[in-house]
């Protein structure tokens, strides 16, 4: 990944950011730690600030062209924050230049999804004794990411004990309608969504007397504001955007190793 730093107090200079991805699952991960800003996590102890623009390119042999790419940094991980999870880096988001070049990007992570999970079974097919989780977003880029990281957690820690099956609604009455005539084992709710809000699934869950007790994590920006209103309302966690897999994982078997969820 061939990158340009903008440095307005001295003449332009040229860097080379390389991001070594072993597999399109690494990237993958990647990608979804910015997914609600379009954008992407680039490991790298080159010192960049909120702010800067860089221009890059992206490609997979094979299944895209490299694109050219502009994106400005949205912060920075360094110091004491840095950790073998969690390496040191810049979390930069997209500036697409044209409709052409956003749909390009969302055909490199479509296809790369593809590869991860080929052998998977068709989520529109129910399956006896399923692990079934329901993902509410109204972004269709996020809630491709959020159903590859349920996935990913499947595969890791429930193995072949439980079968997956994972539906997709892009807002609270859609995921309200789907939840009447079928059974989850959990939920994640954005809080931001048209026609009807996450704080308002949440009151109806809580209040229906056969899906209380299910897990709803909320996955959302909105900070402590949001936070306070959807734990109110009865959610059993709160994760900020961006979230990145390994904190979703954590929450998720953090849920399901619980006995029964308390009331809030």
Not at 128 to 143: A, G, Y
Not at 215 to 222: A, L, N, R, T, Y
Request: glycine share 6%.
């Amino acid at each position: 990944m061939a990158g340009q730093r903008d440095n307005r107090k001295h003449p332009r200079i040229e860097l080379i950011l390389k991001v070594d991805y072993p597999s399109s699952e690494d990237f993958l991960a990647d990608y979804t730690g910015n997914a609600s800003e379009s954008g992407l996590f680039i490991a790298t102890n080159k010192r960049f600030e909120a702010g800067e623009e860089l221009t890059f390119d992206i490609s997979f042999p094979g299944l895209l062209d490299p694109i050219r790419c502009r994106a400005k940094v949205q912060w920075r991980r360094s110091g004491e924050s840095v950790s073998d999870d969690n390496p040191e880096g810049i979390g930069v988001a997209f500036e697409f230049d044209s409709q052409d070049q956003a749909d390009r990007i969302r055909e490199l992570v479509t296809k790369l999804n593809a590869e991860a999970y080929e052998a998977t079974e068709k989520k529109d097919t129910p399956v006896p004794d399923s692990f079934r989780v329901i993902v509410v977003e109204d972004n269709p880029l996020v809630r491709e990411m959020l159903r590859f990281a349920v996935k990913k957690f499947h595969k890791a820690k429930l193995g072949t004990t439980r079968s997956l099956e994972v539906q997709e609604a892009e807002n609270g009455q859609v995921a309200w309608e789907q939840m009447q005539s079928a059974h989850f084992d959990m939920a994640i709710v954005d809080f931001f969504m048209p026609v009807m809000d996450g704080q308002q699934l949440i009151n109806h869950i809580r209040h229906d007397e056969s899906m209380k007790s299910m897990p709803v994590i909320v996955v959302s920006v909105g900070g402590d504001e949001v936070r306070r209103t959807v734990y109110a309302e009865g959610a059993d966690l709160f994760l900020d955007k961006p979230v990145v897999f390994h904190q979703l994982f954590e929450s998720m078997q953090k849920l399901l190793s619980l006995p029964s969820r308390k009331e809030h």
